[in-house]
């Protein structure tokens, strides 16, 4: 940390954080990317050395899909030999990648009580550097998660295909940076890790619910339906659940009945515009944590 930051903190006083919202007199675009690096180093590096996270982490995940997805293919008939614990390898991957993104996301509140934010924030640069660093360490940390579920694909009858192992990894960055930046957005100014918590328990099993992550699109309630279109986790999962299907060559018949994808009214979505539509939220998701962090407090 910076040379003036060590010397505020030495001397006992309580740095004033407010003016930091503005760009530092001196500072640069250089100064902001190392900053940001820093901060993604420090994210990685608390993964690495926590390997009881990485342990546990997993355990709900695996639950999900072993348990609930057996229980689930005993009363939904697919039929053609085909397993609904495929159907949820999707949702499942994203579950991981939810938990974790938020999990990272709650590290900006534990600095901030324990005071070692107050350090990152007298530095010379902007308060958005950090954030970002916070950003792209959180989606760095969920996408490994989500890479190591990926191990299991063979138990749940998903072909180690190559060329969907790496399309599955492309479409886990953008929704690790959405859902990290939606974790984000929640903790920017939350002072306590219990208020944290609480806004957690809050939104994310809505959100990860809503996302027809472990149930069936078609022939939803309209309520229902409407509700999940509005989920932009929805639009993370369907591509996913598309590019499991195309591996496994699921019948048509099974394709319609699981994957129908998601439509606007008579429009059926293309896959190209889901994932634009996870840009643009991870986009304005970001720029409002963004914003609300760099308010002076």
Same mark, same amino acid.
């Given at each position: 940390?910076?040379?003036?930051?060590?010397?505020?903190?030495?001397?006992?006083?309580?740095?004033?954080?407010?003016?930091?919202?503005?760009?530092?007199?001196?500072?640069?675009?250089? $100064? $902001?990317?190392?900053?940001?690096?820093?901060?993604?180093?420090?994210?990685?590096?608390?993964?690495?050395?926590?390997?009881?996270?990485?342990?546990?982490?997993?355990?709900?995940?695996?639950?999900?899909?072993? &348990?609930?997805?057996?229980?689930?293919?005993?009363?939904?008939?697919?039929?053609?030999?085909?397993?609904?614990?495929?159907?949820?390898?999707?949702?499942?991957?994203?579950?991981?990648?939810?938990?974790?993104?938020?999990?990272?996301?709650?590290?900006?509140?534990? $600095?901030?009580?324990?005071?070692?934010?107050?350090?990152?924030?007298?530095?010379? &640069?902007?308060?958005?550097?950090?954030?970002?660093?916070?950003?792209?360490?959180?989606?760095?940390?969920?996408?490994?998660?989500?890479? /190591?579920?990926?191990?299991?694909?063979?138990?749940?009858?998903?072909?180690?295909?190559?060329?969907?192992?790496?399309?599955?990894?492309?479409?886990?960055?953008?929704?690790?940076?959405?859902?990290?930046?939606?974790?984000?957005? !929640?903790?920017?100014?939350?002072?306590? /890790?219990?208020?944290?918590?609480?806004?957690?328990?809050?939104?994310?099993?809505?959100?990860?619910?809503?996302?027809?992550?472990?149930?069936?699109?078609?022939?939803?309630?309209?309520?229902?339906?409407?509700?999940?279109?509005?989920?932009?986790?929805?639009?993370?999962? $369907?591509?996913?659940?598309?590019?499991?299907?195309?591996?496994?060559?699921?019948?048509?018949?099974?394709?319609?009945?699981?994957?129908?994808?998601l439509s606007w009214g008579h429009w059926?979505?293309?896959?190209?515009?889901?994932?634009?539509?996870? !840009? &643009? &939220?991870?986009?304005?998701?970001?720029?409002?944590?963004?914003?609300?962090?760099?308010?002076?407090?």
């Open positions: 940390m910076s040379t003036t930051a060590t010397t505020t903190l030495q001397a006992g006083a309580v740095p004033d954080i407010a003016p930091v919202a503005e760009h530092p007199q001196g500072a640069t675009w250089i $100064d $902001d990317l190392r900053a940001a690096t820093v901060v993604w180093k420090r994210e990685i590096l608390r993964f690495r050395r926590n390997r009881l996270r990485i342990i546990t982490s997993l355990a709900q995940p695996i639950l999900f899909l072993f &348990v609930l997805g057996t229980g689930l293919g005993s009363v939904i008939p697919t039929g053609s030999h085909f397993h609904f614990t495929t159907f949820m390898f999707p949702g499942v991957i994203c579950l991981t990648i939810l938990f974790t993104a938020i999990f990272s996301a709650v590290s900006i509140v534990w $600095d901030r009580e324990f005071g070692f934010l107050r350090e990152m924030l007298v530095a010379p &640069v902007r308060r958005g550097a950090i954030m970002i660093g916070k950003c792209a360490g959180g989606a760095t940390v969920a996408t490994l998660q989500g890479i /190591i579920m990926l191990v299991l694909a063979g138990l749940v009858h998903v072909p180690y295909s190559p060329v969907m192992l790496l399309e599955l990894i492309g479409l886990m960055v953008l929704t690790a940076t959405m859902l990290t930046a939606f974790g984000l957005f !929640l903790a920017a100014r939350i002072q306590e /890790i219990e208020s944290f918590q609480v806004v957690m328990q809050l939104f994310v099993l809505p959100v990860f619910f809503l996302s027809a992550a472990v149930f069936p699109i078609a022939k939803l309630p309209t309520w229902l339906g409407t509700l999940t279109r509005f989920d932009p986790l929805a639009y993370a999962v $369907d591509p996913m659940r598309r590019v499991v299907f195309n591996a496994v060559h699921a019948p048509a018949k099974i394709r319609k009945q699981l994957s129908p994808g059926h979505l293309p896959i190209y515009f889901e994932i634009g539509v996870v !840009l &643009v &939220v991870a986009s304005a998701l970001l720029g409002a944590a963004v914003y609300r962090f760099t308010r002076p407090e």
